[in-house]
């Protein structure tokens, strides 16, 4: 079975400021990696996905993500935030093929200081 | 193409009572999802149905059901209201299994 971890309950950050949002996963088999952005009172919507291929991924709104095999880790990144980024952060986990359950972490809030 | 709809959007019940929750997937869609989000612990995985049969099932107790009807909406009922119900649940639905998933707004149920 696999699983996610999210060290991070809370990162404040300056806004204009990087960020790193941390996500591990444990799985014995491939998997697909996703991230996932909950904006108060709303569902969540895709930031951006790993299927295969480069292990840099972009995303939508400026954020991207590293896949590293070895750490098995895949953090989310952006070089310079905004307030609107201020929102509930998923890193998520699926395995490869056939009807696979996607599990996500527990959720990293960023909060952006003016 | 209108988004993924779950009614009703808040939802007051007392201990012991069953409520139904209801999910229309976008257009086209033949995958549904449902997750219990709660505080701290993020989203936890009920079950997924996909054309009206379910393929995967979390660690949840019986008293959570759901079901998928030929036009992909999907109902998931819990009975016997427990106070530790009370949560975010939410509807994703996507084209096939393993794809990006599109969330609902959610339903707020409060267990009194």
């Known amino acids: 079975a696999q699983s996610v971890t999210q060290l991070d309950s809370q990162v404040p950050v300056f806004e204009e400021a990087p960020v790193e949002l941390r996500c591990n996963y444990s799985?014995?088999?491939?998997?697909?990696l996703f991230w996932y952005v909950q904006y108060p009172n709303q569902g969540l919507q895709l930031l951006l996905k790993?299927?295969?291929?480069?292990?840099l991924v972009k995303g939508i709104n400026g954020f991207e993500a590293e896949f590293n095999k070895s750490q098995t880790s895949f953090h989310l990144r952006k070089p310079s935030v905004h307030i609107s980024d201020t929102a509930e952060y998923f890193c998520?986990?699926?395995?490869?093929?056939?009807?696979?359950?996607?599990?996500f972490g527990t959720g990293t809030k960023l909060q952006v200081i003016p | 193409k209108a988004g993924v709809t779950q009614t009703p959007r808040y939802l007051i019940k007392t201990r012991g009572q069953q409520v139904t929750l209801s999910c229309s997937p976008i257009s086209g869609h033949r995958s549904v999802s449902w997750y219990q989000q709660t505080p701290g612990q993020g989203l936890q995985f009920l079950f997924e149905y996909f054309s009206e049969t379910q393929r995967n099932k979390g660690n949840f107790p019986g008293r959570f059901s759901g079901r998928q009807f030929s036009n992909s909406r999907s109902e998931m009922n819990v009975s016997t209201l427990e106070l530790g119900d009370s949560a975010l649940y939410l509807c994703?639905?996507?084209?096939?299994?393993?794809?990006?998933?599109?969330f609902g707004s959610g339903t707020q149920l409060s267990v009194l």
């Open positions: 998520a986990v699926s395995l490869l093929g056939g009807y696979q359950k996607v599990t």
């Open positions: 799985s014995s088999v491939s998997v697909y």
């Open positions: 790993y299927l295969s291929g480069s292990t």
């Open positions: 994703a639905s996507s084209l096939t299994f393993n794809e990006k998933l599109f």
